[in-house]
């Protein structure tokens, strides 16, 4: 029988729908297509090695087949990783540790073909699906935006379980291997094609073609030849060579190389996060001891990560997100976004030029940014072009591309092609009544159709709409700083907002890559409101004795990416200090903050934007060293005797006390149905305020600890602080009734 027929004759279980098909050319170049039925990508399931290995068998034995060429039969994606829900049901280290084994064979088979197999990648070759590529004996690719290599898993708590980082270290070298494995960062076609990792690069509609004519030339050779061939655009300086000769050709230098992967690691992760040494130790022991006790070491580590707290919590967030991506967040499916071409936004400032930069860069609508005067506007386009020329110099665009983003974005001093516009998002001062009057002064200028967006982070849409001439058109936009990186929008839907106009935030929120959760109106909304009591018990803990250092470096060593004082710096003590008066008007004595940064402003500390705040800032701390120092004179400014050294709180209830307070009132904020779910709860710490991403959020924290031994927690400081730690009811009722929030 042979390839072609036995292949695609092959039955389909309803279990396991055959997704390999072959097309055997007169030429014998086999066309193997991977094209999973019902999805909208291609992702490795557990029947891909069984009909892979079939496959491999009958190339083998086919007298007629010289070569193959391996594509997917999606049209914008080549393999996007294996399938998640099949490792997160992985019922025991060891039922996973089987699937890495049975992938380990099946790209032994491929990566020893006698007969050559190309892959031909078009869009997201990721995870299993760049392993795939690796184990091929030839790769063309496109030349495409769209197409991508590179191995995600370290950002799901695992690591590649195929053997993809030992083929690429043999590739490219460990120093490749290591900074792929430890980062998930993406691979660009042409950067594959320097490292002989790809054979060609070509536009998309020649792809078929030149991915044939690779295999034809390989199955006319012999295997040695093959893997002797020269690879075009491949760039080896004799100054790299050396490098490479010396970290890892010899015994010292490779030690040098994963000491320093390893001590860059652990200052990052803090040791929350196993996969990263994880892969160092595969990468390592291939470099010593060979491909086959790598794998065994890969094997075992990926089973252990697989059924680990860590990569469920990440898998739990990567579902939310996906699931986030398929919501309109609005209910009912009648309810469609409005269409929306063009974008007017009021502010040039950091945020402002934030925005529009997304809305123009990244969702590809026309923007018209407006401030005051000439040099306001000047520096948010300057702004905008530094984040441009930043992905310049990375390589993820080139100047002709930065040329087609920046044609979509004009400047404004006035309210010239204001009426035209289909939304218009303010990023003025957060001020009431400033964001009132710029509301009554776009409904002058205004269509009754057009949305008006406010990026606030605590006043209510419905006191900002108060007068507003149609308060169904108005909605919260709140994006966080830097807008270009952080990935939250939490879109604010008042009482009056039309489900329509919450929609279209929605959708443009997704336009720009934002991952959007919407929440209800109220003072501080959901991430602002969760953030102030977190902020408060650190300045408590501040003015019992506790250390500026103490604080910040328990609560990193926690997992949060900075301290919570920090944080007060960069947000600036001033809005800091505005917001907590808010807060607690709005929530009362449970909100309360301590004095201290009403003592701070006395002193005219802002934080960095005056370079005067916990911290040096300018040339005080440049005359201290590179390392960030904390301002001495903070202590005697808040009246505060003593050197921090003697307080007694621990570094476990520094961390418990302000991840507490953060918890508590997301359940307040639950109860009081601000946000929809635990999920989304969950999504807009992690996304939007940095909770430590390995910990799932606030709900699955809870879930965690067991609602009980929270409730024992927040009681036993009850006593100890007063009425800040009574429990949220929410608790409370779980505690009660043994329940969880995911159950």
């Given at each position: 029988m042979t390839l072609e027929s036995y292949v695609n004759?092959?039955?389909?279980?309803?279990?396991?729908?055959?997704?390999?098909?072959?097309?055997?050319?007169?030429?014998g170049i086999a066309i193997v297509t991977y094209d999973v039925p019902g999805e909208p990508v291609n992702t490795l399931k557990a029947s891909f090695a069984e009909e892979f290995d079939e496959l491999i068998t009958q190339l083998e034995i086919d007298p007629h087949v010289r070569a193959a060429v391996f594509l997917s039969g999606k049209s914008d994606s080549f393999i996007v990783?294996?399938?998640?829900?099949?490792?997160?049901?992985?019922?025991?280290?060891?039922?996973?540790?089987?699937?890495?084994?049975?992938?380990?064979?099946?790209?032994?088979?491929?990566?020893?073909?006698?007969?050559?197999?190309?892959?031909?990648?078009?869009?997201?070759?990721?995870?299993?699906?760049f392993e795939v590529v690796l184990a091929c004996q030839g790769c063309v690719l496109t030349n495409d935006r769209k197409t991508t290599l590179g191995f995600p898993e370290v950002q799901l708590g695992l690591l590649p379980g195929v053997n993809g980082l030992q083929r690429l270290a043999e590739k490219a070298g460990l120093e490749v291997a290591l900074d792929h494995g430890l980062t998930g960062k993406n691979m660009r076609p042409k950067k594959a094609l320097e490292l002989g990792i790809a054979d060609d690069l070509v536009a998309r509609p020649i792809l078929e073609?030149?991915?044939?004519?690779?295999?034809?030339?390989?199955g006319s050779r012999s295997g040695a030849q093959r893997s002797k061939r020269p690879v075009r655009g491949k760039k080896s300086s004799v100054s790299s060579e050396l490098t490479r000769a010396a970290l890892e050709m010899n015994p010292?230098?490779?030690?040098?190389?994963?000491?320093?992967?390893?001590?860059?690691?652990?200052?990052?992760?803090?040791?929350?996060?196993?996969?990263?040494?994880?892969?160092?130790e595969v990468l390592k022991t291939y470099a010593s001891r060979g491909f086959a006790a790598s794998a065994e070491v890969e094997a075992r580590a990926f089973g252990e990560l697989a059924v680990s707290p860590v990569a469920h919590r990440l898998m739990d967030l990567f579902f939310a997100q996906n699931a986030l991506k398929k919501e309109s967040g609005v209910e009912g499916a009648d309810v469609k976004p409005r269409k929306v071409q063009s974008v007017f936004v009021l502010g040039a400032g950091l945020m402002g030029s934030g925005i529009a930069y997304v809305t123009s860069a990244t969702a590809d609508l026309h923007v018209r940014m407006k401030d005051r005067d000439d040099a306001a506007v000047s520096r948010g386009l300057a702004s905008i072009t530094k984040i441009l020329d930043d992905r310049v110099k990375k390589k993820q665009l080139t100047r002709i591309e930065v040329g087609q983003k920046l044609a979509l974005l004009t400047v404004t001093t006035d309210d010239s092609g204001l009426k035209g516009t289909d939304l218009v998002i303010e990023a003025v001062f957060e001020d009431l009544a400033l964001k009132q009057q710029v509301l009554r002064d776009v409904e002058e200028h205004v269509g009754p159709d057009v949305i008006f967006a406010s990026n606030t982070?605590?006043?209510?849409?419905?006191?900002?709409?108060?007068?507003?001439?149609?308060?169904?058109?108005?909605?919260?936009?709140?994006?966080?700083?830097?807008?270009?990186?952080?990935?939250?929008?939490?879109?604010?839907?008042?009482?009056?907002?039309?489900?329509?106009?919450?929609?279209?935030?929605?959708?443009?929120?997704?336009?720009?890559?934002?991952?959007?959760?919407?929440?209800?109106?109220?003072?501080?909304?959901?991430?602002?409101?969760?953030?102030?009591?977190?902020?408060?018990?650190?300045?408590?803990?501040?003015t019992e004795g506790v250390s500026v250092e103490a604080i910040d470096r328990a609560l990193v060593d926690y997992g949060w990416p900075v301290g919570p004082l920090t944080l007060v710096d960069e947000i600036g003590m001033d809005?800091?200090?505005?917001?907590?008066?808010?807060?607690?008007?709005?929530?009362?004595?449970?909100?309360?903050?301590?004095?201290?940064?009403?003592?701070?402003?006395?002193?005219?500390?802002?934080g960095r934007k005056n370079e005067k705040g916990f911290y040096l800032y300018g040339k005080a701390a440049r005359a201290r060293g590179k390392e960030k120092r904390v301002d001495p004179t903070i202590y005697r400014g808040l009246g505060l005797d003593m050197p921090p050294?003697?307080?007694?709180?621990?570094?476990?209830?520094?961390?418990?006390?302000?991840?507490?307070?953060?918890?508590?009132?997301?359940?307040?904020?639950?109860?009081?149905?601000?946000?929809?779910?635990?999920?989304?709860?969950?999504?807009g710490a992690v996304f939007g305020l940095g909770f430590p991403p390995f910990r799932g959020g606030p709900f699955r924290l809870i879930d965690a600890m067991g609602a009980t031994d929270a409730v024992r927690r927040m009681r036993s400081y009850e006593q100890s602080f007063g009425k800040r730690w009574t429990p949220a009811p929410v608790l409370l009722e779980l505690a009660e009734q043994n329940r969880r929030f995911y159950e």
């Open positions: 004759a092959r039955p389909a279980s309803s279990s396991s729908p055959r997704a390999l098909s072959v097309d055997v050319r007169d030429d990783g294996a399938d998640i829900d099949m490792l997160k049901g992985a019922k025991s280290a060891a039922e996973a540790e089987e699937l890495s084994r049975t992938g380990h064979r099946a790209l032994a088979r491929l990566a020893s073909s006698k007969k050559p197999v190309v892959a031909a990648v078009h869009g997201p070759a990721l995870g299993g699906g073609q030149a991915a044939i004519e690779l295999a034809q030339s390989l010292v230098g490779r030690a040098i190389l994963f000491q320093k992967a390893r001590t860059m690691t652990l200052a990052k992760t803090h040791g929350h996060y196993p996969a990263p040494l994880a892969i160092i982070s605590s006043i209510p849409i419905a006191q900002i709409a108060a007068n507003a001439r149609r308060p169904g058109q108005v909605v919260g936009m709140h994006y966080f700083s830097p807008v270009d990186k952080m990935p939250l929008l939490e879109v604010v839907r008042a009482e009056k907002t039309s489900p329509e106009v919450v929609a279209t935030a929605v959708a443009i929120g997704k336009k720009q890559g934002k991952t959007v959760i919407v929440v209800r109106d109220g003072v501080g909304f959901y991430t602002t409101r969760v953030l102030a009591p977190y902020l408060n018990e650190a300045s408590f803990l501040l809005v800091a200090a505005h917001v907590g008066r808010m807060m607690h008007e709005a929530y009362g004595e449970r909100l309360a903050p301590p004095p201290l940064i009403d003592q701070v402003l006395l002193e005219g500390r802002r050294s003697r307080s007694k709180v621990t570094t476990e209830d520094i961390q418990m006390r302000c991840t507490l307070q953060f918890v508590n009132e997301a359940l307040h904020a639950f109860g009081d149905r601000i946000v929809r779910s635990a999920r989304d709860g969950d999504i």
